[in-house]
Structures are given as structure tokens and as C-alpha cells.
């Protein structure tokens, strides 16, 4: 069974190896940025999608990962424990520019693997690689951002974390079942909408405490 944020967990029941060639298609966080600017510049969204929310949800994204590049702290606990290796690691990211809480949190991770002994980031898109997000399914979705945490030497997936804090997690279900319960498609768009400021609002006050700590806690079960 994989695991959800709401678990705070990481799966290592199932053996799981990325194959080569993805990694070698992977970005590095810079690329990454890069990336998603370029194609923004030219009216184009990750996924090839060239809608107005998704450029507008881009748009806001760069300028809230640019913040978050700048005001990301690492608490005590964190630079801590990932200074103190178990081993190497490469930390794939399953993402999209357009995904609201990848704006939030690869920010957060590209930190964490700075400060870190022995780690390396990498990321990828969830689009493009649908046969890999496939296999770490939140309640049945492709939720994005998912963390894969891979044995740099085999490419086994040795533990995986997302989409998104445990808060988050229930919000987002407890969403999901409400508007599967409304008719009104206008009325539908506006509660997500409202639930996506709420969810700014929290990551904003959370000052990204519980990425930390829930990610580091995962960390921790799976090295140990």
C-alpha cells in the first residue's frame, strides 16, 4: 500500500525501480524554474496546456517560489537530522508549474537537499512520465507533488511522501467529497476556489514548519 501525507509516512513494502532513463530526463531545481519561466514567457503551461487558469496558477506559482526561495528557514531539528546522513539518497519530485502545492513545497525540498549530506534532487514532470506517477496513487489520483526517495546505486524507490501536508491532505479530501456532492458547476468552482485561498492562507502562517517536519519524520522511519 503507498502512502498518503495524511499518514506521514513513507511505503517500502513494494520494490519499485525507476528506470534509467527517466532520471536521465530529470531536471535540477534550477532547470526546473527555468523551465517553467520559459514556457510561461511563451504563453504555454507545463503539460502543454495554454488555458487561462493554468497560466494564471503558473504566474502565481513562480512568484510564491521565488518568495519562498528567498524566506525558506530551515528549523533546528531539520538541518539536524539532515546533516547527519543514513546513506545516499536521490530525492525525485513528481511535479507540475501549475501545481499549487509543489508552489509551496519544492521550495522547501530543494533547501532540505542543499543543507543535506549526501542528497540530490532531482525532478520531473507528472505529465510526461504518467507509467511512473502511476504507481504512487493518492486515493486513487495523480496528486502532485510525490516525493520518491531512491537508492542512487539500483534506482529503487525506497520510500515515498506527498502530495502535500497532513492538514492539507484532509482538506483536500473533505473538499473533493463535498463538490462531488454539488450539482451547480458554478457553485462547485467557487468553493474551490475559496478552498484554494484558505490553503494559501495556511501555508503562509505555517511558514513551511510542518513540510519540514513531516518530511523529516518520514525520513527518519525509512533510514532507520
Known amino acids: 500500500m503507498i502512502t498518503t501525507a495524511a499518514e506521514t509516512g513513507m511505503d517500502s513494502a513494494r520494490i519499485v525501480t525507476i528506470a534509467p532513463n527517466v532520471l536521465a530526463e530529470s531536471l535540477s531545481y534550477e532547470e526546473y524554474r527555468t523551465l517553467i ?4 514567457a511563451n504563453g504555454e503551461a507545463t503539460g502543454g496546456s495554454r488555458s487561462e487558469s493554468m497560466l494564471h496558477y503558473t504566474k502565481l506559482n513562480q512568484v510564491r517560489m521565488k518568495r519562498l526561495d528567498k524566506t525558506t528557514r530551515l528549523l533546528p531539528e531539520t538541518e539536524s537530522f539532515l546533516q547527519n546522513p543514513d546513506g545516499e539518497f536521490v530525492w525525485l519530485v513528481i511535479t507540475e508549474g501549475w501545481c499549487g502545492d509543489a508552489a509551496q513545497i519544492l521550495p522547501v525540498l530543494n533547501k532540505m537537499a542543499d543543507s543535506a549530506e549526501g542528497v540530490s534532487i532531482r525532478f520531473i514532470l507528472r505529465d510526461e512520465h504518467l507509467d511512473v506517477i502511476d504507481q504512487f496513487l493518492t486515493d486513487g489520483g495523480r496528486s502532485i507533488p510525490i516525493v520518491l526517495v531512491l537508492d542512487p546505486k539500483t534506482n529503487r524507490v525506497l520510500g515515498n511522501w506527498g502530495p502535500r501536508p497532513a492538514i492539507m491532505q484532509a482538506l483536500a479530501m473533505e473538499t473533493k467529497q463535498t463538490i462531488a456532492t454539488i450539482e451547480d458547476p ?18 503562509t502562517s505555517d511558514r513551511t514548519a510542518s513540510i519540514q517536519r513531516e518530511f523529516v519524520s518520514a525520513l527518519s522511519k525509512l533510514t532507520k
Open 37 to 40: 519561466a520559459d514556457l510561461y
Open 186 to 203: 458554478e457553485e462547485r468552482k467557487t468553493l474551490n476556489e475559496s478552498v484554494k485561498i484558505e490553503a494559501q492562507r495556511w501555508y
